[in-house]
């Protein structure tokens, strides 16, 4: 089955201690990102990716990192959690970015509460 | 600045009630406008891709139609299945999708 898959589901830790959020899919799509969505914000994209090795900056990357270096692969890491991070985050994947036909697919998303 | 505006943010609708959805966008070079539908706790699902002014898509209750400045979510005879919130987004020039905050929908019998 076609599909994006994040992990974990829902992460609760404490200010500061570093955690990561992994993001898998299986559809060979070239295109990834993260967004984070928070009530009355809509979805706010985080970082995105091309390709492998290619990343860059969304509307809200403060705080976060990515990598990708594997093309199914895109993790989303937060070395100093804070409270304003606690948030609904969402990987999306796309067959390809830059074009207007870039249709998103989005994983379950990751529900993170820092304390 | 590339923008999205969604209305109404919640609707209440009795099953077979028809009614539209409304996504209002400024963007430069628009690209694509997309409707997602997302139920609880899940992730968004897409429905539909505009491309044009004038351009319709359909899927079973849903139409989706495109203008210069916006577009519309139809839903005929909703049931309460249809229940979700339904997410618009744009791409403009650049290669980011920017969305709206959703209208909530709820469709009782």
């Known amino acids: 089955e076609a599909q994006v898959t994040q992990n974990p589901r829902y992460l609760i830790t404490v200010t500061g201690k570093k955690l990561t959020v992994t993001c898998s899919q299986n559809m060979n799509h070239e295109y990834m990102s993260w967004y984070r969505q928070d009530p009355g914000l809509g979805l706010r994209q985080i970082y995105y990716s091309m390709n492998v090795e290619v990343t860059d900056k969304g509307d809200v990357p403060e705080g976060y990192k990515v990598s990708r270096k594997e093309k199914r692969n895109f993790p989303l890491i937060l070395e100093s959690p804070s409270p304003n991070q606690t948030s609904l985050y969402f990987c999306a994947s796309s067959p390809r970015g830059g074009f207007g036909k870039n249709i998103q697919y989005f994983g379950a998303g990751t529900r993170l509460s820092v304390l | 600045e590339d923008q999205v505006t969604q209305s109404p943010e919640a609707l209440r609708l009795q099953e077979g009630e028809s009614s539209s959805l409304n996504c209002s966008y400024t963007v430069s070079g628009l690209r694509g406008l997309f409707w997602y539908r997302q139920d609880p706790g899940k992730g968004p699902e897409f429905l539909f891709t505009l491309y044009s002014a004038g351009e319709e898509k359909e899927k079973e209750r849903l139409k989706a139609t495109l203008t210069k400045k916006e577009s519309f979510l139809h839903i005929t005879a909703p049931k309460p299945e249809d229940s979700a919130t339904y997410l618009c987004?744009?791409?403009?020039?650049?290669?980011?999708?920017?969305f709206g905050t959703g209208t909530r929908l709820q469709v009782f019998p």
């Open positions: 987004a744009v791409q403009g020039n650049t290669d980011k999708l920017i």
